[in-house]
């Protein structure tokens, strides 16, 4: 069993930072491939960006440019950088590792409004 804890989420004006991190107990937490997800009200959860455990990274073309996702092995924690935030990146943010399985935190609130 992974456990995975978020934090960083709050309230932010647009075109403000925020930056989210979820902390691992994963004894081998650099094989993990890691992700972010998040689920807007009413709407589907879906992928933001992931980053494997060779590096290889990814994101959604509507966070491209503004969001960063990192990964400290060692910290066993992974990290989303948000910049520009806009209205509609408003969304619980799940942080997620998959290897054999798939395992997800409780999720950390973003708001961004004026």
């Known amino acids: 069993q992974v456990r995975l804890v978020e934090s960083g989420g709050g309230l932010v004006q647009p075109g403000g930072s925020l930056r989210l991190s979820c902390a691992s107990s994963?004894?081998?937490?650099?094989?993990?491939?890691m992700g972010w997800y998040r689920q807007a009200p009413g709407k589907q959860r879906e992928l933001v960006a992931t980053?494997?455990?060779?590096?290889?990274?990814n994101y959604v073309d509507s966070v491209k440019g503004r969001f960063t996702i990192s990964r400290d092995n060692a910290k066993k924690t992974v990290y989303l950088q948000m910049n520009s935030l806009k209205p509609e990146d408003t969304a619980v943010y799940y942080c997620?590792?998959?290897?054999?399985?798939?395992?997800w935190g409780q999720g950390t609130q973003v708001t961004v409004s004026s």
């Open positions: 980053i494997t455990g060779g590096g290889t990274i």
């Open positions: 994963a004894t081998l937490f650099s094989i993990y491939d």
């Open positions: 997620s590792a998959r290897r054999s399985s798939v395992y």
